[in-house]
């Protein structure tokens, strides 16, 4: 029997109506109240120094929770106040205490660069030294030293930061909400993702009425599995660092490496077991043929194409026994993998153009019999704003954001920041916005940009690689502004509430983030993950940011034109090939995903895959095994964050104690 | 269309196969393999999104 041939606008969506549990509201209200803006504020403050540490010991931030905990704080108050709280305003806390949770990693790059500065990688290819002033202080100034945050070597590169937070902060409200108003309101795309946020606040609101409803069973589930996950993960590890020099590790942090194992029979493969189980849950919510597919075509690579064609063929030749994961994984990059992925990415990109102009056309077509569509009056008390100062909003946003690039680094071609400001950017943000209305995802991405400007441009100082350019897209967050519709919260107050609490997050998370730097150098013992990854990290910044400089640098060697052809052209035939044999598409998107990459990294995502797809939903059936998903994942993602804060507070207080000589 | 769009990209495959067998993988012939996909490509596409359309306003026009 023939298969029947589905196109990739319906197979995608096909999934993403598999989350979908109910439709949204059309009647709007405030969101924004005193006691959903202190709940937010008070969660969020208080759980994002577990969030930051929480990133340097294990690389996950454990962010998620904090919403989560909040609006349960939120919603047990209510009740036992017999009071119920708004959809709207359970949404507006979620945004906000994310919001609140996630301003400490915005000085994250601080201390990268107030590390990197002062690497040996850095010093012997010759750009410690020429590393801006905007950026860090230099390698030997007291701020750095020191290990503080607060002190007027810091100023510059803070005030740089203020700035361009600001100036973003117009042009990301602005050009989105206008990319909203053309996509959603003139052309009614369906935005398929959007309604799963928007029934997550709609799930939590219902906690507040009369009846205990099954969320909050599964969400205590989630819980007291994401507890006991993240004590033993985390909670160990960090309580012992705190009384022993060196901390005990029941799982070893973030991986336990079997490369060296292995080379015997695959030489030049890896696989790094990683250990952090709670991507299960990822696998439970991910589509589970790219989860089966990445990791089929990861063992492939490690197992077949590494050892038996590409080390055959002298194409993998740096590499020599004894390797571990990062070695080995540095090495074949440079040889083949770095230049095949370019390769692959363009074709990502051209994928999703074929898939996504076809649909212009289509749109164009069906408009005709549309009534409603090609309309952009707005609903009724929806909080909406004139086009016109949204426009002039964003003009200013980027004219200054291009102005104060110009002044970073003032010999750079003037013409390509703004070419990147005023063309690239409303076109990419166009098209992603397109993609994100009709299939909830981003399709449209040109790999390399920077890089390939930085060529053109004959540009050949370091300071541009520190810089930002101008390259933007604003098409993802038009899905927000869409959940806000659904949800019925009025977008004046959306906005109202992000200005409000910006300041505050401002100051709060250079303070957290000093403090936290005072506790341990960074990366040190204290920090696992940060002392595993940040040197091989420092390492590949170096080859990036030297790469252009002369003509024999090691990165510019490792792009070869034939491998990124084989990377373009074998993706593309990979694609083609599902295609005539009428396959879903998803399977492209899990080989080109797995192709080259550690299978050890995918474990646990496929065991949570393999559990959902073969267990779960036969116990509970399809349709309630989506349902319980999202809820399920934010159960765990909040055991797991109060672990991380708590062990975090303990650390804090220990560290307080110990640091004072009296 | 649908057949055409399917022998274009077995032959722009072949291609690619090819070039890299045969022709020691030189990216001009990949890239002229990769030519014949993406034409290969946009056609599936182009005929995937437009037949349905043609096909509901000739259901519709019933």
């Known amino acids: 029997m023939a298969r029947e041939r589905v196109t990739q606008a319906d197979e995608w969506q096909a999934w993403a109506q598999r989350y979908d549990i109910e439709g949204g509201i059309r009647t709007f209200e405030s969101g924004l109240t005193v006691k959903v803006f202190i709940g937010a504020l008070f969660v969020g403050l208080l759980m994002m120094p577990g969030s930051i540490y929480l990133s340097y010991v294990s690389g996950e931030s454990g962010a998620g929770a904090a919403p989560w905990v909040a609006v349960i704080l939120f919603t047990e108050l209510a009740r036992r106040s017999f009071t119920t709280a708004r959809r709207q305003e359970l949404y507006m806390l979620l945004g906000l205490t994310g919001a609140a949770v996630g301003s400490g990693m915005q000085y994250r790059s601080f201390i990268w660069y107030a590390y990197f500065i002062n690497t040996p990688q850095a010093a012997s290819y010759e750009i410690a030294d020429k590393i801006p002033a905007w950026i860090v202080p230099a390698g030997d100034s007291v701020g750095v030293l020191t290990r503080t945050l607060i002190h007027p070597d810091w100023f510059l590169p803070i005030a740089i930061y203020l700035a361009q937070k600001l100036l973003g902060t117009l042009r990301v409200v602005s050009g989105q909400y206008i990319l909203f108003r053309l996509t959603a309101d003139l052309e009614r795309l369906p935005y ?7 029934q997550g606040a709609t799930a939590l609101a219902e906690t507040t009425g009369k009846e205990e409803t099954w969320r909050w069973r599964v969400f205590s589930i989630g819980s007291m599995a994401g507890l006991i996950w993240g004590f033993l993960y985390i909670g160990v590890p960090s309580l012992t660092g705190v009384m022993m020099s060196q901390p005990i590790q029941i799982l070893k942090i973030p991986w336990i490496d079997f490369t060296q194992s292995i080379e015997g029979f695959a030489p030049t493969g890896v696989f790094a077991l990683r250990t952090d189980f709670g991507q299960m849950l990822f696998g439970f919510v991910l589509p589970f043929p ?18 038996q064609i590409l080390y055959r063929y002298e194409i993998l030749h740096q590499w020599k026994p004894g390797l571990d994961v990062r070695g080995v994984g540095l090495f074949n990059g440079l040889d083949f993998w770095i230049s095949y992925g370019m390769g692959k990415s363009f074709s990502l990109a051209l994928v999703g153009m074929a898939a996504s102009i076809p649909m212009l056309f289509k749109l164009r077509k069906s408009k005709k019999t549309a009534g409603e569509r090609g309309s952009i009056a707005t609903p009724p008390n929806r909080g909406d704003f004139p086009i016109w100062l949204m426009g002039l909003l964003w003009l200013v946003g980027m004219g200054g954001f291009v102005w104060l690039i110009h002044w970073m680094v003032p010999n750079f071609p003037l013409s390509f920041l703004l070419g990147y400001a005023f063309l690239y950017t409303p076109l990419n943000s166009y098209i992603t916005a397109r ?3 009709v299939l909830g995802r981003d399709l449209f991405e040109i ?18 690689w520190f810089a930002p350019l101008p390259d933007e897209d604003y098409g993802r967050g038009t899905q927000g502004w869409r959940v806000l519709e659904l949800t019925g919260t009025t977008f004046t107050s959306n906005l109202a509430g992000t200005l409000l609490i910006m300041p505050i997050l401002i100051v709060s998370g250079i303070v957290v983030m000093h403090f936290i730097w005072k506790i341990a150098p960074i990366p040190s013992a204290q920090y696992p993950f940060a002392q595993m990854m940040w040197p091989i990290n420092a390492t590949n910044e170096c080859l990036w940011k030297t790469s252009l400089r002369d003509g024999n640098s090691q990165m510019l060697q490792a792009i070869r034109g034939d491998y990124v052809s084989a990377g373009f052209t074998s993706s593309l035939a990979i694609y083609g090939m599902l295609w ?3 396959l879903p598409s998803m399977w492209f998107y899990g080989i080109v995903g797995g192709i080259g990459a550690d299978p050890g990294s995918m474990i646990a995502r496929l065991l949570g895959a393999i559990i959902g ?3 779960m939903i036969k116990r509970f059936g399809m349709k309630r095994w989506y349902m319980f998903n999202p809820v399920l994942a934010a159960g765990f993602a909040c055991g797991v964050g109060l672990i991380g804060m708590g062990t975090v507070a303990i650390a804090l207080v220990s560290k307080a104690v110990i640091v004072k000589p009296f | 269309m649908e057949k055409v769009a399917s022998t274009i990209i077995i032959i722009g495959t072949f291609l690619w196969l090819f070039s890299v067998i045969v022709l020691e993988g030189r990216w001009q012939w990949q890239m002229f393999s990769a030519l014949v996909l993406t034409i290969g490509i946009f056609t599936a596409h182009f005929w995937e999104e437009l037949r349905d359309t043609d096909s509901t306003e000739e259901s519709g026009d019933e």
Request: net charge negative; no cysteine; proline share 8%.
């Open chain 1, 447 to 464: 790999p390399y940009l920077h890089e390939i400007t930085f060529i053109l441009s004959r540009y050949e100082e370091i300071d541009i």
């Open chain 1, 192 to 198: 398929p993702m959007a309604p799963i946020t928007a």
């Open chain 1, 290 to 307: 790219i989860v089966m597919t990445e990791f089929i075509t990861a063992m492939a690579s490690q197992f077949i194409l590494n050892p």
């Open chain 1, 613 to 615: 797809r073969f267990y």
């Open chain 1, 435 to 437: 993609t994100f209305g």
């Open chain 1, 580 to 582: 005539v044999f009428k």
